[in-house]
Nanobody, 123 residues
Framework: QAQLVESGGGLVQAGDSLKLSCVVS?????????MGWFRQAPGKEREFVAF????????SYADAVKGRFRISRDNAKNTAYLQMNSLKPEDTAVYYC???????????????WGQGTQVTVSS
């Protein structure tokens, strides 16, 4: 079992930056797990943002955030991060952290989820 808690969301203006954090607790060995970030805007399906493999050697990003967002992790702290730069109003969503065993952009392949943190970007 694992529990994930996201933090760092908030209300910002277009062009600003935010850094989200996701702390994992429980019996799951975080250093063996893929960590992903997803987001869900009102009225839309949950969508992939980024994932990072257990060692941190491989990352992948959705086209919409490529070049602006950066995912990282600190296995010693059981924590994943999402640095978000040059934020746009269309980035407004609830952002979720997830833990899984496969490097994939499919939310159905992740086993554990956080409760989400709201990010709102005003124009």
């Amino acid at each position: 079992q694992a529990q994930l808690v996201e933090s760092g969301g908030g209300l910002v203006q277009a062009g600003d930056s935010l850094k989200l954090s996701c702390v994992v607790s429980g019996r799951t060995v975080v250093s063996w797990s893929v960590m992903g970030w997803f987001r869900q805007a009102p009225g839309k399906e949950r969508e992939f943002v980024a994932f990072i493999t257990p060692s941190g050697a491989t990352t992948s990003y959705a086209d919409a955030v490529k070049g602006r967002f950066r995912i990282s992790r600190d296995n010693a702290k059981n924590t994943a991060y999402l640095q978000m730069n040059s934020l746009k109003p269309e980035d407004t969503a609830v952002y979720y952290c997830a833990l899984g065993s496969s490097p994939t952009d499919s939310p159905t392949r992740y086993d554990y989820w956080g409760q989400g943190t709201q990010v709102t970007v005003s124009s």
